[in-house]
């Protein structure tokens, strides 16, 4: 229940995040604003918008990193987990692999053919 909560959380946060960066204006942008570009009838005046806008940028980035931290710290098993994550990918029936002795030599030749086949 948390874990679908912080998922959420992080979903809105992320589309927030876009918004807000895609909204702000760049550095390049004040140049154009000097040749009468229309920058000083936004909503929030010529140069209102950067401070407000930043900020909140900034206080959505520190939520997202929290709520980022929150999900990997359930995910992680809370200090449950002594092996790591190879570990657990390993694929079924690999302990039975290493306690085996490799094939001799001509065994494994006579599996692979010594000239390969082309097909016609």
């Given at each position: 229940?948390?874990?679908?909560?912080?998922?959420?959380?992080q979903?809105?946060?992320?589309?927030s995040?876009?918004?807000?960066?895609?909204i702000?204006?760049?550095?390049?942008a004040?140049?154009?604003?000097?040749?009468?570009?229309?920058?000083?009838?936004?909503?929030?005046?010529?140069r209102?918008?950067?401070n407000?806008?930043?900020?909140?940028?900034?206080a959505?980035?520190?939520?997202?990193?929290?709520?980022s931290?929150?999900?990997?710290?359930?995910?992680s098993?809370v200090?449950g987990?002594?092996?790591?994550?190879?570990?657990?990918?390993?694929?079924?029936?690999?302990e039975l692999?290493?306690?085996?002795e490799a094939?001799?030599?001509?065994?494994?030749?006579e599996?692979?053919p010594t000239?390969p086949?082309?097909?016609?």
């Amino acid at each position: 229940m948390l874990y679908t909560i912080l998922v959420v959380i992080q979903v809105l946060i992320a589309v927030s995040l876009v918004g807000l960066i895609l909204i702000q204006h760049g550095k390049g942008a004040d140049a154009g604003a000097a040749f009468g570009s229309g920058a000083s009838g936004t909503v929030f005046g010529a140069r209102g918008s950067a401070n407000f806008l930043s900020r909140a940028t900034a206080a959505l980035a520190t939520v997202f990193f929290a709520v980022s931290l929150s999900l990997a710290y359930l995910v992680s098993g809370v200090g449950g987990g002594e092996d790591s994550v190879t570990e657990r990918l390993q694929a079924p029936g690999a302990e039975l692999l290493e306690d085996q002795e490799a094939p001799a030599a001509d065994e494994a030749a006579e599996e692979t053919p010594t000239t390969p086949s082309v097909p016609e």
